[in-house]
């Protein structure tokens, strides 16, 4: 729960979150954020912003619900150093969070080492023999 839930509705603040986050983590954004206001949907569902950025890591998702003083957040990654800790803090400090559910699932735990075939750039360069 938040202690200002009106920052949620505030799509510029999201916009934000969603650009500079990632890169302060080391992350590297392949597509500008998006952000949209969604409407209510029923009664558990009274609407908010939503927001998403793909990063060359995964992505990044943010969903608000300002009139319950709500948000949850998803950050998809297969980067083995990432400092959960760091950008919990980040994010809290963002949305003025107090109290918090944090939940760490390890990922890509068998991800390959090495490329089963070239890499393109390695093709292009054999192309010309």
Known sequence: MLDSPARLAG???LSRVLDTNPRSIGMHLIC?????EVGPRNRKD???LSGFVMIAESHLSL???PARGFITIDLYTCQN???ARHLTRLLCEAFDMRDIDSYLQPRGQR????????RRA???DQSWR
Not at 111 to 118: G, V
């Open 111 to 118: 991800y390959p080492a090495h490329d089963r075939q070239p």
């Open 63 to 65: 969903h608000t619900f």
């Open 81 to 83: 150093d990432l400092d």
């Open 32 to 36: 500008a954020p998006v952000v949209v």
């Open 122 to 124: 390695e093709m292009a």
């Open 46 to 48: 009274p609407g908010g």
């Open 11 to 13: 799509r510029a603040l």
